[in-house]
């Protein structure tokens, strides 16, 4: 690939990231197709970090903290994801239920067992960022699942990996929690074809547009003064506008990732009103 900037890869990863999850359900083809997304991205950020390093300690830090785990993150989390749903019972409810709480009970401990280092991200603290994020660090990584970064040092550091499982899990836990909703409350999930024929509108804008609405109505306690579940409203906007929004907490998620645009949708909404009242006073 002739990119020499990372965050261009970056970005058309996100972008092919979001038009596969955008048509397609959560699912073993959609998380496999996902996964080798993923491992493209991260080979082609890999041969420009190999081709022509940094130019800073402070670029190093910032490749490795902020814009890899982009990457790396969807990376494990597809590969999980593939895992879980393979392993998934064909049973019961509470027997489907029974394996996705043990799920969340090791994700639970690979968050104890990192609890200082999310604590550190979680603060913005940086002074410990030269030894967890630049390449020259050779010291023993505390934690047995980093061990990795002894074997390939050129494109790995002492906690990129950390970061990455602590966000991917982040992105498991939602998704746990949207199962286990449909296994508790199946009925606010069906979307018959007789409920969706009833409404003649569509929505064609993205799920992601949609997500940031849904959850800025629920924030500002405008329906129901705040009371209103957020799935049932979820599940509103989609028999209204025929449109399955699939795992739309996992969307929350990368929506509360952004570094920037975090409420893109609605900024595009508040100008677009704008423009119609100023066109309308200019008439």
């Not at 200082?116 to 030894?131: A, I, P």
């Not at 074997?151 to 550091?157: P, V």
């Not at 989609?238 to 609605?266: H, P, Q």
């Amino acid at each position: 690939m002739n990119v020499t900037n990372p965050q261009q890869v970056i970005d058309d990863f996100e972008r092919l990231l979001r038009e596969l999850t955008e048509i397609r359900e959560l699912s073993l083809v959609t998380a496999e197709k996902a996964v080798n997304i993923c491992a493209l991205a991260l080979l082609d950020l890999r041969d420009i970090v190999l081709a022509r390093g940094f130019e800073t300690r402070e670029e190093e830090i910032h490749f490795f903290k902020h814009q890899k785990p982009r990457v790396y993150s969807k990376f494990i989390y597809y590969g999980k994801l593939f895992r879980i749903i393979c392993r998934r019972p064909v049973s019961t409810a509470e027997i489907q239920k029974k394996y996705f709480y043990q799920i969340l009970e090791t994700i639970d401990k690979y968050y104890n067992d990192n609890i200082e280092f999310f604590q550190y991200h979680k603060r913005g603290l940086t002074f410990l960022d030269d030894k967890f994020y630049t390449r020259d660090n050779t010291e023993i990584p505390p934690n047995p699942d980093n061990l990795h970064f002894l074997i390939d040092k050129s494109f790995t550091t002492m906690q990129d990996y950390t970061i990455s499982t602590l966000m991917a899990n982040e992105l498991l836990t939602e998704y746990i929690k949207t199962e286990l909703d449909r296994l508790d409350q199946p009925e606010l999930f069906q979307t018959s074809e007789d409920s969706r024929i009833e409404s003649v509108l569509t929505w064609t804008e993205s799920k992601t547009a949609m997500t940031e609405l849904i959850y800025a109505l629920h924030s500002s306690g405008a329906i129901n003064n705040g009371t209103a579940d957020i799935r049932e409203l979820a599940c509103i906007f989609e028999k209204a506008f025929n449109i399955s929004l699939g795992d739309f907490y996992r969307i929350f998620v990368e929506l509360r990732n952004r570094k920037i645009d975090r409420t893109k949708f609605l900024d595009t909404l508040k100008r677009s009103l704008l423009n119609r009242m100023d066109d309308a006073d200019a008439k």
